[in-house]
């Protein structure tokens, strides 16, 4: 099956810090969406991306969807407190039937004061 | 803003009892899911729901699974007989439609089976 693999696992990082964090994947993606999920919480859509190249901001965060289709990355700018949480990325392939999203393994971002 | 609401927010039952996890999906949506997340690890896609039947299920929602949208508000996800390895955190989404890949998720129910 579809295979997305996150790096870092997990990052702690000093309030103010940019952090970058990837997702690639063994197979092609019509669009990809990045998620952010609290503890306790359903994951929250941040970003979409739908076109191979494009790059996306949202505020102070930033992905772009790889050439390939088959990575992306997430940048987020001056780091807050807040941003703590998990990040997924996901995959999305039009089917018949819906919109099956894939998930990635999930980066734990840790922000210290 | 509308959102994907679930109840219960957790839910303990004793292996092999029948469960029911109910969502209420954004109203104007046409599109419904359930997703499935063991603790510590990703979210996994467990059934799509369109037009009062399932679109597409993975290989996790065998028999013991089924899904029903009783009302024009409700969609319920059952556990007929619930095993250890079903304890998890169940989330519910909803999107207007296909193609349209921003599904809004609930906040979840976890499900814990002893």
């Known amino acids: 099956g579809q295979q997305l693999n996150q790096s870092p696992q997990s990052m702690f990082i000093q309030e103010g810090e940019d952090v970058s964090m990837n997702c690639t994947s063994s197979s092609i993606f019509n669009t990809w969406l990045w998620y952010k999920q609290d503890p306790g919480e359903g994951p929250v859509l941040l970003i979409a991306l739908y076109k191979a190249g494009e790059l996306t901001s949202n505020g102070r965060l930033t992905a772009q969807f790889g050439i390939t289709r088959k990575d992306s990355f997430l940048n987020i700018s001056a780091s807050i407190p807040s941003d703590v949480g998990i990040y997924f990325c996901a995959g999305h392939i039009l089917t018949g039937g819906g919109n099956k999203l894939t998930f990635g393994t999930g980066t734990q971002l840790k922000v210290e004061l | 803003e509308p959102e994907v609401t679930q109840t219960p927010s957790h839910q303990v039952t004793q292996m092999g009892q029948e469960v029911i996890l109910r969502c209420v999906p954004i109203?104007?949506?046409?599109?419904f899911y359930w997703y499935r997340q063991i603790l510590g690890q990703k979210v996994e896609f467990l059934v799509s729901f369109y037009n009062n039947e399932i679109s597409e299920k993975s290989e996790i929602f065998d028999d013991q699974f089924s899904v029903e949208r009783p009302d024009g508000s409700n969609f319920t996800l059952k556990i007929r007989s619930t095993k250890l390895e079903d304890s998890a955190m169940y989330f519910c989404?909803?999107?207007?439609?296909?193609?349209?890949?921003?599904?809004?998720f609930g906040q979840g129910t976890r499900l814990t089976v002893v």
């Open positions: 989404a909803s999107n207007y439609r296909q193609g349209s890949t921003e599904a809004f």
């Open positions: 109203s104007n949506h046409l599109y």
